[in-house]
């Protein structure tokens, strides 16, 4: 018989076997087909190391669905699954046997959208969206506040729907111009409570630690295999299969183009769209292991509000290694090859991308 979590914990077992699935870990960074090259090969360890972090906050730390805390297990320097780096990301566990009230302040941020989501968002990648509400069918009072009850019974006013297996609240909230624009201000407690956690037991640091090295494990060779299927279609945008990304806990309003990259010391990939009436739309450049490239020091990504257009409102990006001197250079920050991403969000139409790869020499 297996031993109990108290016995576990109290043998060290629990966390003997979160170290050992944390050292397993490592043979997706070295893996067949991985980058072998140094930079590619440090970007994977760190990547592991940022997965760790999430994992702990989110199993751990901020756990506990009778007294839920939004955090941000995904920002400048902890990355998941092409992360966008318009977006302000913020997560709660949640729990479908309980009700929920979320207070907030709209202020000025461009888009926000709320979701509840089962179980295995960016570890088995096979979750299922239970609830959505976007920011723009809000009831919102005239001073910019407003609530949102989360429940599996449909409620009036302002209703984000649960199940009874839904385990995460998911927020997204996507600028357009990041030096002007205030995320909106939430707060999530649980309907009914009195606002104080679970007492911390064996079982919970057994459960977490368990699920932190399982997300550990789980996302890195998740997203890692994306990465080598995206090597079919090199320097190309083909649209991704929506129901992958929805299982992974993509946006139902977003219209996803994964791709990988990869270039000479000489050649740029360039890319034109016709971009359709939407919320927003963008591109951007990640590492091998699908991560934003460092979006605080480098342009690696352009949206709807900082292209530069073409009379016709075309929009041309270009990829490269160096500064061209045309409009929408997307630089590579010491980067050969990644994964990469287009985004229209809200829109009716999803016209394709184009994509060519030129001498860098070529495109005066």
């Known amino acids: 018989m297996a031993d109990s979590p ?11 076997d979160f170290c050992d699935t944390l050292k397993s870990a490592g043979q997706t960074i070295i893996a067949e087909g991985s980058p072998e090259d140094a930079l590619d090969r440090a970007e994977g360890f760190r990547y592991l190391s940022r997965l760790v972090r999430a994992g702990l906050e989110t199993f751990l730390e901020y756990s506990d ?6 955090h941000r297990p995904i920002h400048e320097t902890a990355k998941i699954g092409a992360d966008n780096p318009d977006n302000y990301y913020q997560h709660a566990s949640i729990s479908g046997d309980y009700e929920y009230r979320i207070r907030g302040q709209r202020n000025t941020i461009h888009y926000l959208d709320f979701a509840t989501q089962t179980g295995g968002v960016a570890t088995s990648g096979d979750s299922r969206q239970s609830g959505h509400l976007e920011g723009a069918d809000l009831e919102i ?11 599996c019974r449909e409620q009036p006013g302002n209703w984000l729907a649960m199940e009874p297996d ?6 997204r909230q996507t600028y357009l111009d990041r030096k002007t624009e205030t995320p909106a201000e939430l707060m999530i407690e649980r309907i009914g409570g009195d606002g104080l956690p679970t007492p911390l037991t064996a079982e919970k640091i057994d ?13 890195s060779a998740l997203f890692s295999g994306w990465a080598q299927g995206f090597r079919k279609h090199v320097n190309e945008l083909p649209e991704f299969d929506t129901a992958i990304s929805m299982g992974a806990g993509g946006d139902p309003n977003i219209c996803y183009y994964h791709s990988y990259w990869e270039l000479g010391p000489e050649e740029a990939l360039v890319i034109d769209a016709d971009p359709p009436e939407c919320s927003s739309w963008n591109f951007q450049l990640d590492n091998h292991w699908m991560e934003s490239l460092d979006y605080r020091y480098f342009r690696i990504s352009v949206n709807k509000h ?6 016709d409102g075309s929009v041309r990006i270009v990829v490269a290694h160096r500064d061209p001197g045309v409009a929408n250079w997307i630089e590579t920050a010491g980067h050969a090859r ?6 229209w969000i809200g829109a009716a139409e ?3 991308p184009r994509t060519r790869v030129m001498k860098v020499s070529e495109l005066a």
């Not at 108290?6 to 003997?16: D, M, N, T, V």
């Not at 009072?141 to 429940?151: A, K, T």
């Not at 459960?207 to 996302?219: E, K, N, Y």
């Not at 900082?306 to 009379?311: C, D, K, L, R, S």
């Open 166 to 171: 839904t385990t995460a609240l998911i927020v």
């Open 141 to 151: 009072s005239s001073d910019g506040s407003f609530e949102i009850v989360l429940s």
């Open 6 to 16: 108290r016995e576990r914990i109290a043998s060290g077992k629990s966390w003997e």
């Open 306 to 311: 900082t292209a530069v257009y073409g009379e």
């Open 207 to 219: 459960s977490g630690l368990a699920q932190a090295a399982g997300l550990v494990v789980a996302c």
């Open 338 to 343: 990644g994964t990469m991403c287009f985004r």
């Open 65 to 70: 669905p009778f007294a839920p805390v939004l």
């Open 350 to 352: 999803h016209p394709q």
